[in-house]
Nanobody, 125 residues
Framework: QTQLVESGGGLAQPGGSLRLSCVGS????????IGWFRQAPGEEREGVSY????????SYADSVKGRFTVSRDNGKNTVYLQMDSLKPEDTAIYYC??????????????????WGQGTQVTVSS
């Protein structure tokens, strides 16, 4: 079964850190660029970060640039999202997804066809 599974979400205080993991099963992540997206209640799903299949190219939303870092270990079939200096506005369900269509913009949701179930991140004091 082809699937992605996220973990590492939870409750963090403002200024704190969390590290999300995205593990693939049934297929090799190494053949795909991987995106991280998030969706807050009542909001559209938005792109947070992207890493190319080699790991050489990364992209970030302006709202997380300088605070979040994406990385991957293809040997472990895993992609990570290190989130530092967390803010209450980072609160959302976070999803990882495998890119299967390569358009101009990395954050186009329809270019990703394999999605995880999501992990909740809550930033609150």
């Amino acid at each position: 079964q082809t699937q992605l599974v996220e973990s590492g979400g939870g409750l963090a205080q403002p200024g704190g850190s969390l590290r999300l993991s995205c593990v693939g099963s049934g297929f090799s992540l190494g053949y795909h660029g991987i995106g991280w997206f998030r969706q807050a209640p009542g909001e559209e799903r938005e792109g947070v970060s992207y890493i190319s299949y080699t790991g050489r190219d990364t992209s970030y939303a302006d709202s997380v640039k300088g605070r979040f870092t994406v990385s991957r270990d293809n040997g472990k079939n895993t992609v990570y999202l290190q989130m530092d200096s967390l803010k209450p506005e980072d609160t959302a369900i976070y999803y990882c997804a495998a890119r299967t269509t390569y358009g101009i913009n990395w954050n186009r949701v329809r270019d990703y066809t394999i999605w995880g179930q999501g992990t909740q991140v809550t930033v609150s004091s």
